[in-house]
């Protein structure tokens, strides 16, 4: 919607507007004011357009998730580092059903640039160990998937993980 750092000079205009209500004694006009500058300030942190994509890729919607990915024009401009992990790892799972060499370069991108929860990155290390085994390199899809493991404290992937090992052990 708006750039990042129109976003905060807006939370800031915004907030003088509150004081200036505060100011008057209109209270809850004050509160109200300030929680849209809240708001403001919450969409620097978390951008929309990547919230409304994970919705969609929840109710598995790959074309929904696509096209608010695609309102996103300029990634690196547009949003914080910790975001653009998450563009891109938006796009990496997405893109893992159809072209796996595509989706290697977005996770891979989306590892270091980091995501701000660790099980988010065990999933991303667990998509590429899934890509280096199909690409036959067992040594790599090993190492990613034990530092799955180790990411994945509250046990979530613990099916997926087991899961792989015993595809590994086929090839």
């Known amino acids: 919607m708006f750039h990042k750092n129109i976003k905060l000079i807006l939370a800031g205009f915004i907030a003088v507007w509150a004081v200036y209500e505060f100011s008057k004694v209109h209270i809850m006009n004050g509160i109200s004011i300030l929680l849209l500058a809240g708001l403001f300030v919450l969409f620097y942190f978390k951008n929309e357009f990547i919230l409304l994509s994970f919705l969609q890729l929840r109710k598995q919607n790959f074309a929904g998730t696509k096209k608010w990915l695609d309102y996103i024009k300029n990634p690196e401009a547009a949003l914080t580092v910790k975001q653009q992990g998450y563009y891109n790892y938006l796009h990496g799972i997405m893109l893992s059903q159809t072209n796996i060499t595509q989706a290697e370069k977005y996770l891979r991108k989306a590892v270091k640039l980091g ?3 660790d099980h988010d990155m065990a999933m991303v290390k667990l998509q590429l160990a899934g890509i280096s085994m199909t690409k036959r390199r067992k040594r790599e899809a090993t190492n990613l998937m ?7 404290k509250n046990g979530m992937l613990k099916e997926q993980i087991q899961m792989m090992k015993q595809q590994m052990k086929k090839i």
């Open 115 to 117: 995501l701000s929860m």
């Open 146 to 152: 034990a530092e799955a493991k180790k990411l994945d």
